[in-house]
């Protein structure tokens, strides 16, 4: 799915020759009530939903489970562009928000950015596209080195505010739970509509959690004749699974995965869930028919987006995709996002002892037991409480410092620069954080708990909306229910008291699906890592993985150190975690390699000052 978004401005039509949806020959046309194009672009017939009332336009485009009598219905009551906030939480699933209020443009995409817009300036008005670099082809926007230098931090590149930056110049996103909104003169301007509630709500039941994970999956399954869903053996893709058997919207295809590097657990709880869904079609794939990690290499990415995150497992997906769509599947459910919505977090308990220190203290003696933490340091993490910008601006000296594992974060992992960053791409790095913190940031909740979960769904939505782009060669999608607006809310709405319980790996989830999934599968309390894929990967690459470090754009550009970077790929290592700064370097890498082969020069290495 692609598209534009223009204003109903004359200019429009100047910037829609400029800024064609790309890759559609025949792209589809929907117009605002003044007859002036609005959508244009390419979006399959049962992704999309459309009402109207006199000059009002709404569209839903993506899976959306939604009565339309209803959303018509308020849309009719709808006067302004603010007026659609209510409107916006009907519907469940995934999907952009796009709409035309008397000539005034709203365009919005998911919490998760699993659904996202970017916008930008063209032929004088303000336009948004769910591509950032159609955008970047039509006002001849060049890379940003400097962001290409925050990337290479790891694990997951910048902090907030930074991640939510373009690596192309003059294109832009909006913040989380922000809007665009774009006047009849064209001109563009983003808006908070959507705040996260407050940890108030006492779990009960689970019922509503239990009813946003049946609306999320349901949205997935309507019309479809077939769904598929990884069944991995973890916790969180074995209740999808679960839920999807339920939902009856359409037969259910479970895959499994045999990690490369030996046989886990996994497996073994994978069939015994498989035994109980009897109803579904269920395939395993072992590790031999299957590519490994960093494989191949030699197949450059052709998403021009940005570095793509776990660029890593890039041709498992393509394999996946594959199979999915020779299964007769379109969508494929994963289990993304389980672990940070439903796994009691150190920040969850830095909360909880604040509101209910009497129940908080068994589960902080419980993890400092499990973590083997003094008690002076179990103490340092329960009281530490800086505000976001004081902690953001602790970053900018603790970048090249060792990360202690395991000690939790505060408000979200500690961005760390890669041992073979050079000097001058280090001090641009903390020059721009530098810059952030001087701006005044404000975190996405004032609870660092909250602000951490909707901080990683953002991370795991855009991983599904990557990976969908690579699946639509095979026309294929990926999805993510557990990153869902209503879902999101849901999780985030409970009380910090009932996130965690002696016993259970994952309260919430447990209690919301009570009598859904077996309990003894839902009462698991352990998982695999995949560590082994990672070390088997790595044996069998690391020849190529030497080669492409051997010439890189990279190093061209003055931002990494090319020989302390194959110091670490020569190099055996007891753990997997020097072996993490690589992922953001090889993503930053390939993706140069791609707008190089598109014909958009790599930029040249830029003059960088502390």
């Not at 591509?131 to 970047?136: G, K, Q």
Request: aromatic share 6%; proline share 8%; with cysteine.
């Amino acid at each position: 799915m692609e598209f534009v978004v223009l204003p109903d401005h004359p200019a429009g039509a100047e910037a829609l020759a400029l800024a064609p949806s790309p890759g559609v020959p025949r792209p589809k046309v929907i117009e605002h009530h003044s007859g002036r194009p609005w959508l244009v672009g390419d979006w399959p017939d049962d992704e999309i939903v459309c009402v109207s009332a006199g000059p009002r336009r709404l569209v839903l485009l993506g899976c959306a489970k939604v009565r339309q009598d209803v959303l018509a219905a308020r849309l009719g009551q709808v006067r302004s562009l603010a007026d659609l906030d209510g409107p916006a939480r009907l519907a469940a699933g995934s999907f952009h928000l796009v709409a035309s209020i008397d000539g005034d443009v709203r365009v919005q995409g998911t919490l998760s950015t699993a659904c996202q817009i970017f916008y930008a300036k063209v032929a004088g008005v303000t336009v948004a596209a769910t591509r950032p670099d159609a955008l970047a082809d039509r006002i001849g926007a060049s890379v940003d080195e400097e962001r290409v230098a925050l990337e290479l931090l790891s694990p997951f590149g910048p902090p907030e505010p930074l991640s939510e930056g373009s690596v192309w110049r003059g294109v832009r996103s909006p913040r989380i739970g922000h809007c665009l909104e774009i006047g009849r003169n064209g001109a563009g301007r983003t808006r908070r509509w959507w705040t996260p509630p407050a940890p108030e709500r006492p779990l009960g039941d689970g019922d509503f959690v239990r009813e946003a994970l049946f609306d999320a999956v349901a949205a997935r399954g309507a019309g479809q004749p077939v769904v598929s869903a990884d069944l991995s053996g973890g916790l969180d893709s074995t209740s999808l699974c679960f839920v999807a058997d339920r939902t009856d919207a359409a037969p259910l295809t479970t895959l499994h995965y045999e990690s490369h590097g030996g046989r886990g657990e996994d497996l073994t709880w994978a069939r015994r869930a498989a035994a109980e869904l009897p109803r579904a079609r269920h395939v395993e794939v072992r590790p031999e028919d299957t590519p490994d990690w960093y494989a191949p290499l030699a197949r450059t990415p052709h998403d021009r987006e940005g570095p793509l995150m776990f660029v890593r497992s890039r041709a498992t997906v393509e394999h996946q995709a594959d199979l999915v769509s020779s299964l007769g599947a379109r969508r494929h459910l994963q289990g993304v996002g389980g672990d940070e919505l439903f796994l009691p977090s150190v920040m969850s308990l830095h909360g909880l002892i604040r509101r209910a220190p009497s129940v908080a203290l068994p589960h902080v003696r419980a993890l400092r037991s499990r973590r083997r933490w003094s008690l002076a340091k179990t103490v340092r993490a329960m009281v530490s409480a800086p505000s976001y910008p004081r902690w953001l601006a602790g970053q900018v000296e603790e970048l090249a410092t060792e990360r202690i594992w395991g000690s939790g974060a505060y408000w979200e992992i500690e961005p760390k620069l890669p041992p073979w960053i050079t000097a001058d791409a280090a001090a641009t790095v903390r020059r721009q954080l530098r810059e952030a913190v001087a701006a005044g940031p404000e975190p996405l909740s004032a609870l660092p708990a909250q602000h951490e979960m909707l901080w990683i769904n953002r991370i795991n939505g855009t991983a599904m909306r990557r990976n969908s782009r690579i699946g639509a060669r095979s026309d294929v999608t990926f999805h993510a229910p557990y990153t869902d607006d209503r879902v999101l809310e849901a999780v985030l709405s409970v009380r910090l008291a009932d996130r965690v319980a002696p016993g259970l790996l994952k309260p919430v989830l447990a209690r919301a699906l009570d009598g859904v999934v077996p309990a003894g599968i839902l009462h698991r309390t352990g998982k695999d890592d995949a560590s082994p894929a990672l070390y088997a990967g790595l044996r069998r690459r690391r020849a190529e993985l030497l080669d492409f470090a051997a010439d890189t754009h990279l190093a061209r550009m003055g931002l990494i150190d090319t020989a302390a970077l194959r110091r670490m790929l020569i190099g055996t290592h007891a753990d997997t975690r020097p072996l993490m700064p690589f992922d953001p370097t090889l993503a930053c890498e390939l993706w140069l390699r791609a707008v190089s082969s598109a014909g958009t020069a790599a930029p040249a290495p830029a003059s960088r000052t502390t």
